[in-house]
C-alpha cells in the first residue's frame, strides 16, 4: 500500500494539470481571437495540461458548413503576467472539410510558457474585404 501511494505521489508531481477549458464556461472566448468574423469555423473545445514541464494545448474547431474552409492559426505563447514568452509564430494552414471536427495539437516551446492566446483567421469566414481579397493579413500574402 506504501509503495501505491508513493507511486501516486511521484506521478502526481510530475503530471500538473491546468484547468481544461470547456465550451460552455466562456472559458474558450478568453483565450481564442479572431482577426475578422468566422461565421462557419468555431472552437467548440479546448483542453491545457502540463506535462514534462511543458504547456500542451489540445484544440477542436468545428466547421458547421457543408463546404471545405480554409483557416490559419497560431498560439501566442505568454507568462503568468501576460508577457509574450516566445517570438511570433507563423500563421499555419489547416484544411477543414465540411461538417468535420479538427483537432489540432500543439507543445508550448518554452518552459517559461504557463499561458497563450489562440489567433484564428479565415480568408472564407471574414467580413472584412480586405482580407478576403488579400490586402489585410499574413496568410494571404
Known amino acids: 500500500m506504501k509503495k501505491m501511494a508513493a507511486i501516486l505521489a511521484l506521478l502526481g508531481a510530475t503530471c500538473i494539470s491546468l484547468p481544461v477549458y470547456a465550451a460552455e464556461g466562456g472559458s474558450i472566448a478568453s483565450k481564442v481571437e479572431e482577426l475578422g468574423k468566422m461565421d462557419y469555423l468555431k472552437v ?22 457543408n463546404k471545405n474552409e480554409q483557416l490559419y492559426y497560431r498560439f ?3 507568462d503568468n503576467d501576460g508577457f509574450t514568452v516566445w517570438e511570433e509564430e507563423p500563421w499555419k494552414p489547416e484544411l477543414i472539410y465540411g ?14 510558457a504557463t499561458d497563450f492566446k489562440l489567433e484564428l483567421q479565415s480568408p472564407n469566414n471574414s467580413t472584412s474585404s480586405e482580407r478576403r481579397s488579400g490586402v489585410d493579413g499574413p496568410p494571404y500574402h
Open 99 to 112: 461538417k468535420q471536427d479538427k483537432v489540432i495539437s500543439v507543445v508550448a516551446p518554452t518552459f517559461k
Open 44 to 65: 467548440t473545445d479546448m483542453r491545457a495540461a502540463r506535462r514534462d514541464n511543458l504547456l500542451r494545448i489540445q484544440v477542436t474547431v468545428t466547421n458547421s458548413s
Open 76 to 78: 501566442r505563447w505568454l
